[in-house]
């Protein structure tokens, strides 16, 4: 990917956890194989088995240990 893909990519994977987080999903499983890339260019957040519906916006005190160890922070 050149500088401009790199960018492209952030912005609209960024945007795409924002819409997802506002909505209430945490997704808690974010990694390469969970990013696709439509025939337009578009990025898309996949595989949201892990997912939760949060309903503190903040997300305090809701996590649990349900993650893609290797990816964890």
């Known amino acids: 990917m050149n500088e401009d893909e790199v960018i492209d990519?952030?912005?609209q994977f960024c945007r795409g956890y924002k819409n997802l987080?506002?909505?209430g999903?945490?997704?808690r499983d974010i990694k390469p194989?969970?990013?696709l890339i439509d025939s337009q260019g578009k990025?898309?957040?996949g595989d949201f088995g892990m997912s939760r519906i949060v309903i503190d916006?903040?997300?305090k005190n809701h996590m649990t240990k349900a993650?893609?160890?290797y990816y964890a922070s």
């Open 67 to 69: 993650f893609t160890a």
């Open 21 to 23: 987080y506002s909505s």
């Open 9 to 11: 990519f952030l912005i």
């Open 33 to 35: 194989e969970n990013i």
């Open 25 to 27: 999903i945490l997704h």
């Open 57 to 59: 916006p903040a997300g």
């Open 43 to 45: 990025y898309k957040i």
